[in-house]
């Protein structure tokens, strides 16, 4: 009899497979020790070794993958010259805790720390912690973490680190079908980057499933361990449709995005950083609208540099081909930190120091990305914008300071783009009531619907337990996006959607009734809503 477990699909679509159990159970020695100095020299060999395997492991995946998906084992790297994390492991052996009760204490107190932050960043660092933890137990037994696979399977697991889903033989990966799991884990990262079907959050596995035949759907977010004929050959239809409706959406590349009766929108991607431009590219987008800055800044280890975030920015327009790009200034706080930032602890982080209040407060670290940003932009089609802006007084400082950096260009004769188009994010009840004092001084609008849903109702969208309170249509929300499209086209400025209701489908010809002039999608959804907007007719 089948059974059926309903999960959280990542990416990808539907597969038919055998499933491949690929955890290693493994008894650890639990004795205490006598001789401390001889467990401490096993510890430093042990590092020494983990830190070289991981420099091999760089270089692979920097060949196969890329420097962004490589940077995954620099962070490992850092991790194991941590000396809180050293001295953790240290303390446990001299309290005659043998070097694997150390290692597995330690991981366990810094994984359970990173898991109550309320960062989903941080949260995803779990994994991580795990790893390193799995490879230094690994070398202390001499062992490999190879799976290795006899034919194309879905692989079954608790969890995948990094470094088992780059030791996998990738020609025979058909899914990933995960116990646990984070949208935002480097594993979900390195799935998404080669598009393998991957569902998460399956809440039980079972080892003795290996080898067993099963349907995974990133679509619905299930696994059918066992299936029946019928489940078979209703996913063979489902597959073939799927075949067919990539065929079908091929072909509206290069295609206008407009309606059956002629009003055309623009249909941008939504993208964190510079490696996935290419591949978001090939799906047709007519510009990126919502360039993540602070991605930059959440995988460095120290502020980087007005000649580092220069060259992201001009190697990204470069990329571009001459479409815009909206970047959209450093949004750190709340749900995103580095702890370089040495942020204060508040008591609701999303209504605090955040975004362009804390870049209003830390100028120098504001004018150091408005200077790349300027000089980026002479070598493409650039555009700013500015998150978090709730009153006119935020933005006039905004504006000021913006005009102040141009200004020290000019005085220093460093070529700039001078005339990009600025415009804010509305992401706030307080932004949409008074956008129409804001439009007259800003050239566009973006509207974040991820915030403003969760400002508008009072839910904390990070919050798993409110899910049930959350309505996405919430009537209040939509009034609020129609009063600012409204107030932006009194002055001939044009709105754009980001945030998830962009993408939702339901939304899009009530959007195009409101007049919004642009989506911003993440790059799998750009041709299926390319194919909505095209099959509307406003007229009717």
Request: proline share 4%.
């Amino acid at each position: 009899m089948s059974k059926i477990l309903t999960g959280i699909g990542i990416c990808g679509d539907l597969v038919i497979a055998p499933l491949f159990y690929c955890e290693q159970e493994i008894s650890l020695p639990t004795e205490n020790i006598t001789d401390i100095n001889s467990e401490l020299t096993r510890l430093n060999q042990t590092i020494s070794l983990a830190k070289q395997e991981l420099s091999d492991l760089y270089e692979k995946t920097l060949k196969q993958y890329g420097q962004e998906k490589a940077s995954i084992f620099e962070v490992h790297q850092m991790m194991l010259d941590d000396p809180d994390f050293y001295e953790s492991i240290k303390n446990f052996i001299e309290n005659k805790e043998n070097i694997f009760q150390a290692i597995q204490k330690t991981a366990h107190n810094f994984a359970k720390m990173l898991a109550d932050t309320d960062d989903p960043y941080m949260q995803a660092r779990v994994a991580d912690i795990k790893d390193i933890c799995k490879r230094l137990i690994s070398i202390l037994l001499g062992t490999k973490s190879n799976y290795m696979m006899e034919q194309p399977s879905i692989i079954l697991a608790k969890d995948l680190t990094p470094s088992q889903v780059v030791t996998f033989d990738e020609s025979k990966i058909l899914g990933f079908a995960l116990q646990e799991g984070s949208a935002n884990s480097h594993a979900s990262i390195l799935a998404k980057a080669n598009s393998i079907t991957t569902v998460i959050n399956l809440k039980e596995i079972d080892k003795n499933w290996n080898g067993k035949t099963a349907i995974l759907n990133a679509h619905t977010g299930t696994l059918i361990i066992d299936p029946s004929p019928e489940q078979i050959n209703q996913a063979k239809k489902d597959l073939e449709i799927i075949k067919n409706q990539k065929i079908a959406l091929e072909k509206l590349k290069g295609t206008k995005t407009s309606t059956k009766d002629g009003k055309t929108i623009k249909l941008y991607a939504n993208k964190n950083d510079i490696e996935d431009i290419d591949k978001a590219l090939n799906q047709d987008p007519e510009g990126f609208s919502l360039f993540r800055t602070e991605f930059t800044y959440l995988k460095a280890s120290a502020y980087p540099t007005e000649e580092t975030l220069f060259n992201v920015y001009k190697e990204t327009l470069i990329k571009a081909k001459g479409k815009e790009v909206v970047f959209r200034t450093l949004d750190i706080g709340a749900d995103k930190t580095a702890p370089y930032f040495n942020l204060p602890k508040e008591e609701n982080p999303a209504l605090g120091l955040r975004a362009i209040r804390l870049c209003l407060t830390r100028q120098e670290l504001f004018k150091t990305q408005l200077r790349a940003i300027l000089r980026a932009g002479a070598f493409g089609n650039a555009l700013i914008m500015f998150p978090m802006i709730i009153s006119v007084k935020e933005l006039d400082n905004t504006l000021t300071i913006l005009n102040e950096v141009k200004q020290e260009l000019k005085t220093q004769a460093i070529s700039f783009k001078e005339d990009l188009q600025v415009g804010i994010m509305i992401e706030t009840p307080a932004a949409a009531l008074i956008s129409e004092d804001l439009a007259p001084k800003v050239d566009f609008f973006s509207i974040g619907t991820n915030d403003l849903t969760q400002y508008t109702c009072a839910l904390d969208r990070q919050n798993r337990e409110l899910l049930p309170f959350l309505d996405t249509h919430h009537k209040a929300v939509l009034k609020l996006i129609e009063m600012t499209v409204q107030n932006a086209h009194k002055y001939n400025k044009w709105v754009g959607i980001c945030g998830e209701l962009a993408s939702d489908m339901t939304l899009t010809e009530t959007f195009l009734r409101f007049g919004v002039d642009e989506l911003s999608v993440t790059p799998p959804n750009i041709l299926p809503i390319r194919q909505k907007i095209q099959s509307l007719d406003l007229s009717k």
